[in-house]
């Protein structure tokens, strides 16, 4: 394959280069994801993507080349859609608060898959947390699905589920930027779309980009800028959160705007000693959980088809924890 008829489209900087079509997109990216590519083509398509900006077409080609590749897990058992957390930013300034929903979940009985990496580069992940939790990775997707029928609850890292991603994931150490890669992540969903995928946009302008690969491919999603390029709601400030269901997005909370009158109870530290000890203090019903996640959690429920309508589900996150989570309006 000759990869300069490729590098010739995209490589001539944001004005005049030109998008790939699907097919094309594809067929590149299933090279990337299978090493075939040379370094040095490597990483001129690689730049030339990050200047141009990828297309919807091609980010649709990209992920049909992971569909073909990515390690799938069996659906669990049960009357409720898993919920899928992709958690790949880590916390840098605030804490890290993706474990606590997907904690959340597991207790109203939702299985939770998250999927991302286990070293930070100087961030706390969630795979931090969760160790400090008592929850370690699984080693293998067949691990995963084990405890997703035992707990509920599973954490699956980017090396099993996708090696390719893995690999284009860690050229940001040797290339100095972020590539496609570190937005395809955000959008693997390995039931083949049979759970709720909580997309966080790190950027409001990949919201729209998002929300088009989201219904383009019939996922159920749940769309919403990320804190920290985290799946989890804000606590300090609410973002919008969309539901993305049947080619079609609900807004079920619009995006808080107002100052805040008082500060949420949050961390003291983003280290991840002090972020699940915080944690546990939430699931013993110790402190409240921030409002911001409570209305998450209830649109999840809402998505999962674990409430009957969303009504149903506001009212269930409020009854269930005794008054401590308000689900808002």
């Known amino acids: 394959m000759s990869y300069g008829q490729y590098i010739k489209e995209i490589g001539r900087g944001a004005e005049g280069s030109r998008d790939l079509a699907p097919e094309d997109a594809r067929q590149l990216y299933a090279a990337m994801l299978d090493g075939g590519v040379p370094d040095l083509e490597l990483g001129a398509v690689l730049l030339g993507l990050r200047v141009k ?132 992540v955000k959008l693997l969903n390995p039931f083949r779309g049979e759970a709720v995928l909580v997309a966080p946009a790190t950027h409001p302008d990949f919201i729209d980009l998002m929300r088009g690969i989201l219904a383009a491919r019939g996922e159920h999603g749940l769309l919403l800028r990320g804190t920290e390029g985290e799946p989890f709601a804000n606590p300090k400030r609410r973002p919008r959160l969309e539901l993305i269901r049947d080619g079609a997005a609900t807004v079920l909370f619009e995006a808080e705007h107002d100052s805040l009158r008082t500060l949420p109870n949050l961390p003291d530290a983003a280290d991840a000693a002090s972020t699940a000890q915080w944690i546990r203090r939430i699931l013993d019903k110790e402190l409240p959980v921030p409002k911001p996640l409570a209305n998450q959690l209830a649109c999840l429920l809402h998505a999962s088809g674990y409430a009957g309508d969303f009504n149903q589900a506001k009212a269930i996150v409020a009854v269930e924890s005794t008054g401590l989570l308000v689900g808002g309006n």
């Not at 990515?70 to 957390?85: Q, S």
């Not at 916390?91 to 597991?106: G, I, S, W, Y």
């Not at 929850?135 to 599973?154: D, K, N, Y």
Request: proline content about 7%.
């Open 53 to 184: 900006g990828e297309s919807l077409d091609e980010m649709l080609g990209f992920m049909q080349a992971i569909d073909d590749r990515i390690n799938r897990l069996e659906l669990p058992h049960g009357h409720v859609r898993p919920v899928v957390l992709p958690t790949y930013n880590g916390a840098r300034k605030e804490a890290n608060l993706t474990p606590l929903l997907a904690l959340l979940l597991q207790r109203f009985g939702i299985p939770v898959l998250m999927h991302g990496l286990l070293e930070g580069f100087g961030r706390v992940t969630s795979a931090l947390i969760l160790r400090e939790l008592g929850i370690l990775p699984a080693r293998s997707p067949t691990q995963a699905a084990a405890a997703l029928a035992e707990r509920g609850l599973a954490f699956l890292p980017l090396n099993a589920l996708s090696p390719g991603l893995h690999t284009l994931l860690g050229l940001r150490s040797r290339m100095g930027v972020r590539n496609s890669a570190h937005s395809l």
